[in-house]
């Protein structure tokens, strides 16, 4: 028996002790030991940069696109159905690079999206963030309504649909076509509003109160809930980062990344990208319109309308243009959604200085026909077991005209 026991203490001081939440330093290479389903890249400038697969295999995809919005203690939080989500929309920045297409630069800090944010007549956009300049990701800044300017986005980063479309538990078919985004950016203003306080991170930009009125269906709202004590190496290979449960977003993600000492490398590089170009979605953009846009963003701190924005903030007011009629590519075809005739409880929560109104709340309560929303060709989504709760609001034409048609196959 002493020799057992002696055993099982000598494997313990030799075994590495396993990376847990509550306060146990996460290195740079936590990311290199367990995202999955793309490859590490290095790139001139920017280091070691990881691409996922959909990135290569899909042209028209692009960051924060599968998933769905909630409106969390720390603001609007990224829900993504993507496996590799609960790194790559939480920490670091995204970059679209000339004959690679997107990869993802890590960064050191938790926050709930990093975003640019704009809205105006019936559109509301996300663009991601780049970095700062070449290798910097600083997440310690805060980042406002010069976001445009600042990091010079163009319109290929934005994602766009329609405000009503906002609560929705699926957003990627809702997403407007890429060749529509000079127009939408064209009837919308900045409203970015990213704070770090007490290490902190959070993500504003949309009035919540606004959007809400404006979304056919409301906005899941969630208390953040910090998991301790967690097998963080487990959680990333289950998915477990992120989870609702009930009217709480559990998150076992550290805060913070350490910064290591000396630079460090993936255990597998797929390949050294020389001489890169950062493509900033300003490609096949008439010279004449990227002026015009460009100018544009420069002065919409002084003209951005208070009710579209963040707190504090003052403004005149935008004349609401109706778009066009959404093409026929983006509706939802062969499903609808099924709301539950039960009226949910109510939540109240305090989001920084900003008191949130008592509304309904939302747990999981659609059923999406032909399509399960927790996949994209991921063997596990990211945790999230619910999607949000939609109220009875009735069907939409487009709703009505798909029943009785065959469901797709799931993915």
């Not at 998933?67 to 970059?95: K, L, N, P, Q």
């Not at 649909?161 to 000079?182: A, F, K, S, T, W």
């Not at 350490?258 to 460090?264: D, I």
Request: hydrophobic share 35%; charged share 20%; proline share 10%.
């Amino acid at each position: 028996m002493k020799q057992i026991l002696f055993a099982f203490a000598m494997l313990a001081l030799v075994s590495p002790a396993l990376p847990r939440a509550d306060g146990a330093e996460i290195g740079i290479d936590f990311f290199y030991n367990n995202l999955s389903g793309g490859n590490w890249l290095e790139v001139d400038d920017y280091g070691y940069c990881w691409q996922p697969d959909v990135a290569v295999n899909d042209p028209d995809w692009r960051p924060y696109s599968d998933g769905y919005w909630a409106y969390t203690d720390v603001g609007w939080t990224w829900m993504s159905y993507e496996d590799f989500g609960w790194a790559t929309y939480h920490y670091g920045r995204w970059a679209r690079l000339a004959d690679y297409g997107w990869v993802w630069v890590p960064g050191l800090e938790w926050g709930p999206a990093w975003v640019s944010w704009r809205i105006g007549g019936d559109y509301v956009g996300w663009a991601p963030l780049p970095p700062s300049g070449p290798g910097v990701v600083d997440e310690s800044q805060p980042i406002d309504t010069q976001a445009d300017v600042e990091f010079d986005i163009g319109p290929a980063y934005y994602n766009f649909c329609d405000v009503r479309y906002m609560g929705e538990p699926v957003l990627r078919h809702r997403i407007l076509p890429v060749r529509q985004n000079v127009t939408c950016i064209g009837r919308t203003l900045n409203v970015t509003h990213i704070t770090v306080a007490n290490g902190v991170v959070y993500n504003y930009g949309p009035d919540i109160n606004v959007v809400n009125e404006r979304s056919s269906r409301p906005i899941q709202r969630l208390h953040l809930q910090r998991e301790q004590n967690v097998d963080l190496v487990a959680a990333a290979k289950s998915g477990g980062f992120t989870k609702v449960q009930g009217n709480a977003l559990v998150v076992a993600a550290p805060m913070k990344v350490n910064q290591p000492v000396k630079t460090q490398a993936p255990p597998k590089v797929k390949m050294k990208v020389q001489q890169s170009k950062m493509e900033r979605g300003w490609t096949g953009i008439d010279p004449n319109e990227q002026t015009k846009l460009r100018e544009k963003f420069k002065t919409e701190d002084q003209t951005k309308p208070s009710e579209f924005g963040a707190p504090g903030k003052t403004g005149p007011p935008i004349t609401a243009v109706s778009p066009t009629a959404p093409p026929q590519d983006r509706e939802l075809q062969g499903r609808h959604l099924v709301p539950l005739a039960t009226t949910p409880p109510v939540l109240t929560s305090t989001v920084g200085r900003e008191t949130l109104p008592t509304v309904p709340s939302n747990g999981r309560n659609e059923n999406v026909q032909g399509e399960n929303p927790n996949r994209t060709g991921a063997k596990n989504p990211t945790g999230i077991t619910n999607a949000p709760t939609s109220t009875p609001f009735g069907e939409r034409p487009h709703e009505r005209k798909s029943k009785g048609s065959p469901s797709p196959t799931p993915q």
